[in-house]
């Protein structure tokens, strides 16, 4: 009988996750994102998740932006479609943003103030790793869909 090897990755070390809530459409809060924090945040092509084998794939908006140094990668998720939640735990976060790079505690705070000085959000904060139950999983897709939109090398 064959045996199945699982990969497991942790990501914890590379990435910090920022919870943010808005009713501003995706494009909007992208707007006012760029302009706080000196991003170029773009929209790409959507992020196609299967939360399960026995369900289809959803898609999410999702906004990317590579510093000029590469020092850091910054992919802004949706978490809602008309089907539901991409990460349902986070439900009450309208968007995701995922932080690849080695970020100091001051510089997510200093950011996270930014973008509650932005007059229609609601709330932002960072999300724990151990928050998220299938994080990794979500963070290896991201990665995936970086590299197959040639986003990242």
Not at 47 to 53: D, I, N, R
Not at 105 to 110: F, G, K, L, S, V
Not at 126 to 141: G, L, M, Y
């Amino acid at each position: 009988m064959a045996k199945k090897l699982k990969l497991e990755v942790d990501y914890s070390e590379d990435y910090r996750i920022l919870g943010v809530s808005s009713h501003l459409k995706d494009y909007r809060i992208a707007f006012f994102l760029n302009k706080v924090l000196e991003f170029d945040l773009r929209k790409t092509t959507d992020f196609l998740f299967q939360q399960s084998a026995n369900q289809p794939a959803l898609n999410y908006s999702f906004y990317h932006y590579r510093t000029p140094d590469a020092w850091f990668v910054y992919s802004m998720i949706g978490n809602f479609n008309a089907y539901g939640r991409l990460i349902v735990s986070l439900w009450q976060y309208d968007y995701i943003i995922f932080v690849n790079g080695p970020s100091e505690d001051h510089e997510i705070e200093t950011s996270l103030k930014a973008i509650r000085s932005i007059q229609h959000v609601l709330t932002a904060s960072e999300i724990p790793f151990d928050k998220v139950k299938n994080i990794n999983h979500i963070i290896a897709d991201i990665e995936m869909h970086l590299i197959n939109n040639k986003l990242i090398n």
